[in-house]
């Protein structure tokens, strides 16, 4: 599955993390808070590693459960830029 990946500080240069199927809007109970882009067209499928704080498993179960996914942790600090 293809997903877009936003970000949101926290606190110290940590983030946490937003992801929805490529090309769906962030849901409205989400809308509220000042997400940004971190990656677009993110592979994420259960045999990948995490992707931006988010286990792919888990991404892929919440996904499946209300349509998007959120980091459950702040611990998560940007390793990668932006793609161009």
Do not use: C
């Not at 959120?70 to 932006?82: A, E, L, N, V």
């Amino acid at each position: 599955m293809k997903v877009d990946v936003y970000k949101r500080p926290e606190r110290e240069g940590l983030f946490s993390y937003l992801a929805v199927p490529e090309g769906r809007p962030i849901p409205e109970e989400a809308t509220n808070i000042d997400w940004e882009t971190a990656e677009n067209s993110v592979d994420l499928d259960e045999n990948n590693e995490s992707v931006l704080g988010l286990s792919a498993e888990d991404a892929l179960s919440q996904i499946s459960d209300k349509g998007y996914a959120i980091s459950h942790t702040q611990h998560y600090k940007m390793s990668i830029g932006p793609s161009v």
